[in-house]
């Protein structure tokens, strides 16, 4: 009797990752919902949106110090070992969030997560690895839907618990990265075979400005980097908001905000997972990715005028547009980096994105809050004009590949 095709994938090197990247997305999105819940048991009304963003900043400034750290660490000593440290730090971080008991703890939970936020750079490092050029679009593809699944089902769960206890998502979030973390022990093969891996460590590359700056100052990493900041800026000043934007507008609970980005989920599997896939090999990464950005201004459009008109078809509209495009540009974005990267240096280079990804995400959510003082559409028109700007800057940009040596075959 044949093997279904479903579970050949799961079986196969990218599956045995994205089973990996579902856990990953399923345990962070797990806290979501419960977000502004958490944080306003410590602060009044008014001060619910500034501390959520600064919550956020933190965890993304020690991601930023800690990033090219694990990069390098990955290049030297592998993908799995940094895949292990990285998720049992997130069970620790999260199990510390959830004790809770002061606005400090918090904010402790999450710089011990930021620290050891590495695991995603880690795994796609690793599919880059084990898949030859022309195969990495499709695998991030896999990656991004799996990803896509955690996040429809993560929030839903973490909404549902957080009726029980605002404590609850938290505690089953570290039980979910200690699941994964077993899940890499005993099911993920390293992928970095000794003799390709890095002669040496050296201290620069443990400074995220001089390892970021190196990057930048390639000509073919240069542009796309580029681009991504920009993207991961205006992501961030909606998802650090979105969440009190439902609360304040909709008058949304933990649930229905979970149920809410359940379709975010749902769109990531069907752009991620289907539509990408199809369209990456015929159209080509740069056009692709200048579709999505294109799509992602368009969904947030949709989300300013929400905040003028507030309603659930139009909230419906905005998440799915929105999210299409977001899942066009980030398997199309991470094949054409992962294309210009020089052979050894994978590692550093996912960790250099990782890093300005941070940077992103330390300065989105501040922005995110002044901007929602102003208006409560002004993360929305902003982000849609930066993701034009980055559209606009891709457009011009020629595409550099890299000429890859044989890929090396996980055991």
């Given at each position: 009797m044949q093997t279904p095709k479903f579970f050949n994938r799961l079986r196969s090197r990218t599956g045995i990752i994205a089973v990996s990247v579902f856990l990953n997305f399923s345990g962070f999105t797990l806290i979501i919902p419960v977000l502004?819940?958490?944080?306003?048991?410590?602060?009044?009304?008014?001060?619910?949106a500034l501390n959520v963003s600064l919550i956020i900043a933190t965890f993304a400034l020690c991601s930023f110090v800690a990033a090219p750290v694990l990069g390098a660490f990955s290049d030297r000593f592998g993908r799995r070992p940094v895949l292990l440290l990285s998720l049992l730090g997130s069970a620790v971080g999260f199990a510390v969030f959830g004790v809770g008991g002061a606005l400090g703890v918090l904010f402790l939970g999450?710089?011990?997560?930021?620290?050891t936020a590495g695991s995603i750079s880690a795994m796609y490092a690793y599919v880059a690895d084990t898949h030859a050029p022309e195969e990495?679009?499709?695998a991030y593809g896999m990656l991004g839907a799996a990803g896509g699944l955690g996040f429809m089902l993560g929030p839903v769960a973490g909404g549902l618990l957080g009726q029980i206890s605002l404590s609850a998502p938290l505690y089953v979030a570290a039980a979910v990265a200690v699941l994964n973390a077993v899940w890499v022990y005993f099911s993920v093969p390293e992928s970095l075979p000794p003799e390709k891996r890095a002669a040496r460590l050296h201290p620069a590359e443990f400074n995220s400005i001089v390892q970021l700056s190196a990057v930048l100052a390639d000509g073919r990493l240069?542009?796309?980097?580029?681009?991504?900041?920009?993207?991961?800026?205006?992501a961030t000043l909606m998802q650090s908001n979105v969440s009190v934007l439902l609360k304040d507008l909709l008058?949304?609970?933990?649930?229905?905000?979970?149920?809410t980005l359940l379709g975010v989920g749902l769109m990531d599997i069907l752009s991620q997972g289907i539509a990408a896939p199809k369209l990456l090999p015929r159209f080509g990464e740069r056009r692709v990715a200048i579709a999505g950005l294109i799509i992602n201004g368009l969904g947030f459009a949709l989300y300013a005028l929400l905040a003028f008109a507030p309603s659930l078809p139009l909230l419906v509209?905005?998440?799915f547009v929105f999210t299409f495009g977001d899942?066009?540009?980030?398997?199309?974005s991470n094949t054409m980096i992962s294309h210009a990267a020089p052979d050894g240096q994978q590692g550093r280079v996912q960790g250099a994105n990782q890093a300005q990804q941070s940077i992103a995400r330390m300065i989105g959510p501040l922005a995110s809050a002044w901007l929602y003082g102003l208006s409560a559409a002004g993360p929305y028109i902003a982000g849609g004009m930066i993701v034009l700007a980055g559209a606009a800057l891709l457009s011009s940009l020629r595409t550099h590949r890299v000429p890859s040596a044989k890929v090396s075959e996980a055991p």
């Open positions: 502004p819940f958490s944080v306003g048991r410590y602060v009044s009304d008014h001060d619910v999450r710089i011990i997560e930021g620290l990495r679009g499709p240069r542009g796309i980097f580029i681009a991504a900041f920009l993207f991961f800026g205006a008058n949304f609970n933990s649930a229905a905000i979970g149920l509209a905005a998440v899942g066009l540009f980030q398997p199309s």
